[in-house]
C-alpha cells in the first residue's frame, strides 16, 4: 500500500523540524550538521510490536546499506532519522540495536511532535526530505509509504 502526501510548508531549518541531536547505538551524539551533508534524509517510523515494520526492517536495512556503500561518513546519498513508536524503552532498546541511522531517544518529545506534524496514523513509513546546497533552509517534499494495509 502506497500513500503519498504532498505538504507545501513554510521554508524551514532542518534543526527546527528535527532538533539539533541523535544518537547512534553506541551512544554518540549526532549533531544535525553530519545529518544535513546527505543528499536525501529520511524519518523512519517505525517499531518493534509491528509485523509490517519487523519485516521491513531489513528491506530497509539493505537499501541504506547499499545506497550509501562506498561513501564517506560525512557524504552519505541517504540518512535516515528512526523515530520509534515502540511501547516501552525496554522495547526501543531491543529494537534499536537492530536499525542502522541514528535515531530520536525514546520518551523525547520530538517524537511525538513528528508523528502529529505528518500525521503518522500507521507504520512503518518513511519520509523523506531533500535538502538544499546552502544547507541553510530546506523546503520539505513529503513521501510516505507504508505497507501497513
Same mark, same amino acid.
Given at each position: 500500500y502506497q500513500r503519498?502526501?504532498?505538504?507545501?510548508y *513554510?521554508?524551514?531549518?532542518? =534543526?527546527?523540524?528535527?532538533g539539533?541531536?541523535f544518537? +547512534? @547505538? /553506541?551512544?554518540?551524539?549526532?549533531?544535525?550538521?553530519?545529518?544535513?551533508?546527505?543528499k536525501?534524509i529520511l524519518?523512519?517510523f517505525?517499531?518493534?510490536?509491528?509485523?509490517?515494520?519487523?519485516?521491513f526492517?531489513?528491506v530497509f *536495512?539493505?537499501f541504506?546499506? =547499499?545506497?550509501?556503500?562506498?561513501?564517506?561518513?560525512? +557524504? @552519505? /546519498?541517504?540518512?535516515a532519522i528512526?523515530?520509534?513508536?515502540?511501547?516501552?524503552?525496554e522495547?526501543f532498546?531491543?529494537h534499536f540495536?537492530?536499525?542502522?541511522?541514528?535515531?530520536i531517544?525514546f520518551?523525547?518529545?520530538?517524537?511525538?511532535s513528528?508523528?502529529?506534524?505528518?500525521?503518522?496514523?500507521a507504520?512503518?513509513?518513511?519520509?523523506?526530505?531533500?535538502?538544499?546546497?546552502?544547507?541553510?533552509?530546506?523546503?520539505?517534499?513529503v513521501?510516505?509509504v507504508s505497507l501497513?494495509?
Amino acid at each position: 500500500y502506497q500513500r503519498r502526501v504532498h505538504g507545501n510548508y *513554510k521554508t524551514q531549518k532542518m =534543526e527546527e523540524i528535527l532538533g539539533d541531536t541523535f544518537v +547512534e @547505538k /553506541n551512544g554518540k551524539e549526532v549533531a544535525i550538521d553530519a545529518v544535513q551533508q546527505a543528499k536525501v534524509i529520511l524519518l523512519y517510523f517505525s517499531a518493534a510490536w509491528c509485523p509490517p515494520c519487523t519485516g521491513f526492517r531489513p528491506v530497509f *536495512k539493505k537499501f541504506y546499506n =547499499e545506497v550509501n556503500k562506498g561513501c564517506a561518513v560525512t +557524504e @552519505k /546519498n541517504v540518512e535516515a532519522i528512526y523515530v520509534s513508536c515502540e511501547s516501552s524503552e525496554e522495547e526501543f532498546i531491543d529494537h534499536f540495536n537492530d536499525v542502522v541511522c541514528p535515531c530520536i531517544p525514546f520518551g523525547d518529545p520530538r517524537v511525538d511532535s513528528l508523528k502529529d506534524k505528518y500525521e503518522i496514523d500507521a507504520i512503518p513509513v518513511s519520509y523523506t526530505h531533500l535538502t538544499l546546497p546552502t544547507k541553510a533552509q530546506v523546503q520539505i517534499s513529503v513521501v510516505a509509504v507504508s505497507l501497513k494495509k
